[in-house]
């Protein structure tokens, strides 16, 4: 088989590309031909001290890295796939206190904690009061004369809601809460001329947010989420760094990623009108995990092989980073009927953009299907003849499929 030709220094993660488009030529091309291929990079290009890193990009082997964990290592570099280049390797490990980047046995430790979080009663708890939001959130969009950017005014909205309804954030706090995540993810993009040290710097705010909650609930508990993970340590719950690095995780993970999917969501509704006349006609429950399945809001993550192993037929040599590619993944064809058409009838739907099992896979699951499911039942009511005006703004970023700005107006 021969190998791919891609153009001379092609990076998977370089925020250029993902600023303009997600690779799926290329990637159905190495899916084809290659589906694990070294990728080349300059020294410390990413943040890293090696050479580059190994692409990724079939459904099956992604899930394999990501449910063999004692191969696979998140906390060796982290899960982020690429850093600026200018960053300091105190910062990268210090990120190991995240959960997305710890390993077993650590990591089953704080997972079987945070679970709490996100059992189906306290979903459901939830349910009418995300419920009433999405429906407010749709009719005061609709109530605006002319155009408005669906991000600001929709999809930002209730992702943030839910999370801070689930911790309990005071709504007068919840506006910070979105300002720091943000800022957390968008030092790759110029239009926000954030710097990493502005990011650190907000992600440090945040942290010390949540670790004053908890110490607040250590002081006076509450019958709150709060207060059930952190009261009592010596009984299995959180440490307040602990806690604190929990909520900073919740912001990225549960906030920027269900907002993208809802944006890019709406997106494909509009350039697929057959598909909107039908989810306002049937409302079927697929569509929320085909519109996770078309956006994948995390391209890639990446894993630090622990020892030598094959993948795909080449050698990972321990302590290669390895990229698994969520984006090329959920449009593998031997796993998806017709991957490149929007259809959200698709049952079953094996998607990845939740992740590819194993310990990391999404612990808010159900709570991101809930979200996408009630917001687009509240547009479908309150906005049904909504139009782009213009294309979307993507996010200049090496691991996020973001849209910053998404032009509409009710027809």
């Known amino acids: 088989m021969p190998c791919p030709a891609l153009p001379d220094g092609f990076d998977f993660t370089d925020p250029d590309l993902l600023h303009h488009r997600v690779p799926l030529p290329e990637f159905a091309e190495l899916r084809r031909a290659e589906p694990v291929r070294w990728i080349p990079q300059s020294a410390n290009l990413a943040g890293f001290q090696d050479e580059g890193y190994w692409a990724v990009t079939r459904h099956a082997d992604v899930k394999y890295v990501s449910t063999h964990p004692e191969l696979y290592s998140s906390y060796l570099n982290t899960a982020i796939i690429r850093f600026n280049e200018h960053i300091e390797r105190d910062a990268i490990d210090a990120q190991r206190l995240i959960l997305l980047n710890m390993d077993p046995p650590e990591h089953t430790r704080v997972r079987q904690i945070v679970q709490r979080v996100f059992t189906p009663r306290a979903i459901r708890a939830l349910e009418e009061r995300l419920r009433d939001r999405a429906h407010a959130i749709a009719r005061e969009a609709g109530a605006r004369p002319g155009p408005f950017d669906f991000v600001t005014e929709v999809a930002c909205e209730l992702p943030l809601q839910a999370i801070a309804e689930l911790i309990g954030i005071p709504q007068d706090d919840r506006a910070k809460i979105f300002d720091w995540s943000n800022k957390m993810i968008s030092y790759d993009d110029p239009e926000y001329a954030i710097t990493e040290e502005v990011g650190a710097e907000s992600a440090t705010e945040l942290i ?45 993970a549960g906030n920027e990623t269900t907002r993208n999917a809802i944006t890019h969501g709406m997106h494909a509704f509009l350039t697929h009108p057959e598909q909107w006349e039908l989810y306002k006609r049937e409302r079927p429950q697929t569509a929320a995990e085909e519109i996770v399945r078309w956006a994948t809001p995390v391209n890639s993550f990446q894993r630090t092989a622990t020892q030598d192993t094959e993948l795909g037929g080449k050698l990972i040599r321990k302590g290669d980073r390895v990229g698994i590619f969520y984006a090329s993944a959920n449009h593998d064809p031997e796993v998806f009927t017709d991957p490149d058409t929007f259809d959200i009838t698709r049952d079953p739907n094996p998607h990845l953009g939740f992740g590819g099992g194993g310990p990391h896979y999404c612990l808010g699951k159900s709570l991101a299907v809930l979200e996408i499911d009630l917001i687009f039942n509240a547009i479908a009511d309150a906005l049904p003849n909504l139009t782009l005006t213009d294309d979307p703004s993507r996010l200049r970023s090496a691991w996020i499929n973001g849209v910053k700005h998404l032009r509409v107006e009710v027809a």
């Open 208 to 252: 010390a947010y949540a670790m004053n909650m908890a110490a607040d609930r250590k002081q006076c508990p509450a019958k709150d989420i709060v207060t059930t993970l952190v009261a009592a340590e010596d009984e299995g719950n959180l440490n307040s760094d602990e806690f604190g690095f929990f909520v900073l995780m919740l912001a990225v």
